[in-house]
């Protein structure tokens, strides 16, 4: 019973013994008509929060796609899993894009398996992301605006 109880919780943590953790993502596309795009083209990064000598770690998580799935929606919420090297506890996002479509995110909700306290980041200026200057940027950097003390109970993507 002991061991049954062990392995369930080892398998739920899914913190691999190589260092590597699943990331959970949530992203709020803004309600605004031609906020979406699909074939975006969106990859992202993930940076820590600094430890106490000032150091960050970054990890690239990578192209930001379902296939045969109409990504980043008006108004929908985006749902995405990474696996990758755990940075410890997330501090910012950075999000580019190799597209001319206007996409504009609003918000993103973000844990790892290893740090499951959701960080909350906005985008508090509006900034959307495309390759086209006269529309937006090509680099978005989200950052944690403050401790969230609600853990919200989301499985990850879908």
Partial sequence: MLCVLVCIAAALLTVESN???QYFMRIKVRRQSDSGCDNCRV???VTSLANKQGHKRSINLGL???PSHNDFSTN??????????????????EFTTQN???????????RSASHPLVRTMYNVHG??????????ATRLELCVQGIENVLHNYQGAR
């Fill in 127 to 136: 900034t959307g992301l495309s390759t086209s200057h006269k529309k937006g």
């Fill in 19 to 21: 260092g590597n953790t």
């Fill in 64 to 66: 930001l796609d379902k």
């Fill in 100 to 110: 001319d479509d206007l996409l504009r995110i609003d918000m993103v909700e973000i």
């Fill in 76 to 93: 929908e919420w985006e749902y995405f899993s990474k696996t990758n090297v755990d940075v410890g506890r997330i501090g910012c996002i």
């Fill in 43 to 45: 990859s992202a990064k």
